[in-house]
Antibody, heavy 127, light 110 residues
Framework: QMQMQESGPGVVKPSETLSLTCTVS??????????WGWIRQPPGKGLESIGS???????SYNPSLKSRVSMSVDTSKNQFSLKLSAVTAADTAVYYC???????????????????WGQGTLVTVSS | SSELTQDPAVSVALGQTVRITCQGD??????ASWYQQKPGQAPVLVIY???NRPSGIPDRFSGSRSGNTAFLTITGAQAEDEADYYC?????????????FGTGTKVTVL
């Protein structure tokens, strides 16, 4: 059973860069069937997908955040990371890392879902 | 754009049936997944694919899709089903898939 754990500062100053790392245990981040994602949830609001990365480093970012987001992967440590630059109070949220199975079952049919989630970490943007 | 719209809130009497909808263009080409989230907890997958439940999810949860709308049905709702529910789907128009969540539905069990 794969487990995921977010780590990083709980408070970030406005205009600075938020940096989080997700450590994957109980399985390999090198799985070609998985994408590794970041999702956030502002207090009292819904889930927002930030983006995802493959073990080879291929990325896809939410268009609304693309200019400020960067993700990377370290297969030697079984970790992947998120950087979000120029943060404001609107970036205050619980940040989740998650593993997404994404496989072609038959041509034209893809099985895709987040089946592993971290517990989430609250990041507050405040001076 | 890849947007998924859900009703903000629904209520259901204990033991009755409730259907939650998720609407968006990306659902024409792929199935939705559904997640249950209780206060202070991470989301939990309850339905994936055409209508599959992960181990440990009760069979009162089921999923279906018609056109650009996906449905999550809870048949015989229990008090513990009171939670927020989110759909998500996959937009594969680029080289690397983009995932998008629905706006969320708060389910109250009366």
């Amino acid at each position: 059973q794969m487990q995921m754990q977010e780590s990083g500062p709980g408070v970030v100053k406005p205009s600075e860069t938020l940096s989080l790392t997700c450590t994957v245990s109980g399985g390999s981040i090198r799985s070609g069937s998985y994408y590794w994602g970041w999702i956030r949830q502002p207090p009292g609001k819904g889930l927002e997908s930030i983006g995802s990365i493959s073990y080879s480093g291929s990325t896809s970012y939410n268009p609304s955040l693309k200019s400020r987001v960067s993700m990377s992967v370290d297969t030697s440590k079984n970790q992947f990371s998120l950087k979000l630059s120029a943060v404001t109070a609107a970036d205050t949220a619980v940040y989740y890392c998650a593993g997404r199975l994404d496989i072609v079952v038959v041509p034209g049919s893809v099985l895709s879902y987040f089946n592993y989630w971290g517990q989430g970490t609250l990041v507050t943007v405040s001076s | 754009s890849s947007e998924l719209t859900q009703d903000p809130a629904v209520s259901v009497a204990l033991g009755q049936t409730v259907r939650i909808t998720c609407q968006g263009d990306s659902l024409r080409g792929s199935s939705a997944s559904w997640y249950q989230q209780k206060p202070g907890q991470a989301p939990v997958l309850v339905i994936y694919g055409k209508n599959n439940r992960p181990s440990g999810i009760p069979d009162r949860f089921s999923g279906s899709r018609s056109g650009n709308t996906a449905f999550l049905t809870i048949t015989g709702a229990q008090a513990e089903d009171e939670a927020d529910y989110y759909c998500d789907s996959r937009d594969s128009s680029g080289n690397h898939p983009l995932y998008v969540f629905g706006t969320g539905t708060k389910v109250t069990v009366l």
